[in-house]
């Protein structure tokens, strides 16, 4: 399961804790996932982490979420450097439009990418390349999925990928 580890508001924190805590209660594998400002310190990567801690739960992969405008490399490079420091694998998750905007920078092509790319289908292969990557981990290739009366995002991920 990938949870939105949020500290924005104390509503989706808390939905964040209850989510970890289900998942470490049931012995599930979980991967997080960070929002991107670009006033997002690095010290976001440590409190994502000591929430999925307190909660009982171990992060396999934390995924840093860039689609905000005004976060680029600058301000993802920080807390890729601190993943790494803690040993929690990263990864960005992005589309290859906002990527775009942001000069297409290849300085994370060996981060894995989880993509957003809303062609309805669930393949990995068929998502486009760019920003470095040569393969894609995750692709997130529905965003409007009704699922026991709720709009859900459908992903595809590369099991050894997801959780590293």
């Not at 990938?2 to 508001?9: G, N």
């Not at 929690?88 to 000069?103: A, D, V």
């Amino acid at each position: 399961m990938v949870v939105r580890l949020s500290l924005e508001s104390p509503e989706l924190r808390a939905i964040a804790v209850q989510q970890l805590r289900t998942c470490a209660r049931n012995g599930m594998p979980v991967a997080g996932y960070l929002w991107e400002y670009p006033t997002t310190p690095f010290s976001d990567v440590d409190q994502v982490i000591s929430l999925a801690h307190d909660a009982g739960a171990e992060l396999m992969t934390l995924w840093l979420d860039a689609e905000q405008q005004g976060v680029g490399v600058a301000e993802l490079r920080p807390e890729v450097d601190r993943c790494h420091e803690l040993e929690i694998p990263s990864g960005i998750y992005t589309s290859e439009g906002y990527w775009f905007t942001i000069g297409n920078p290849d300085d994370f092509g060996d981060e894995p990418l989880w993509i957003a790319h809303y062609t309805g289908q669930p393949d990995l292969e068929s998502a486009p390349s760019f920003g470095g990557w040569k393969k894609r981990a995750g692709h997130q290739y529905r965003a409007d999925a009704q699922i026991a009366g709720l709009t859900v995002d459908l992903n595809i991920f590369r099991s050894s990928i997801l959780f590293v």
